[in-house]
């Protein structure tokens, strides 16, 4: 069964950096598009972005800021974020496939000093 467990998530200063990582198993990695969605709190999902073979597309909130990538041999999906922003605070899945069939928990990351 397909598995998605994202980490990294955290308290982290206004302009700081994080990590997140997507651990999957349970099915090809290396042949599906993946994707990062956030939710801020009180607000809907918001997509951030997607690697689809070696392309990848970011919302323009995050554009420049935020960098994905993966790792096919440890069927891992990440996320760079930098010059973080009380507005970044939410909660960060991972999600599999162009369709977004499947989901991890998620991670939780807050901005603020």
């Known amino acids: 069964q397909v598995q998605l467990v994202e980490s990294g998530g955290g308290l982290v200063q206004p302009g700081g950096s994080l990590r997140l990582s997507c651990v999957a198993s349970?099915?090809?990695?290396?042949?599906?598009?993946m994707n990062w969605v956030r939710q801020a709190p009180g607000k809907g999902l918001e997509w951030v972005s997607t690697i689809i073979g070696g392309r990848t597309y970011s919302a323009d909130s995050v554009k420049g800021r935020f960098t994905i990538s993966r790792d096919n041999g440890k069927n891992t999906l990440y996320l760079e974020i930098n010059s973080l922003k009380p507005e970044d605070t939410a909660v960060y899945y991972c999600a599999k496939g162009i369709s977004l069939e499947s989901w991890g928990q998620g991670t939780q990351v807050t901005v603020s000093s």
């Open positions: 349970g099915f090809t990695f290396s042949r599906y598009s």
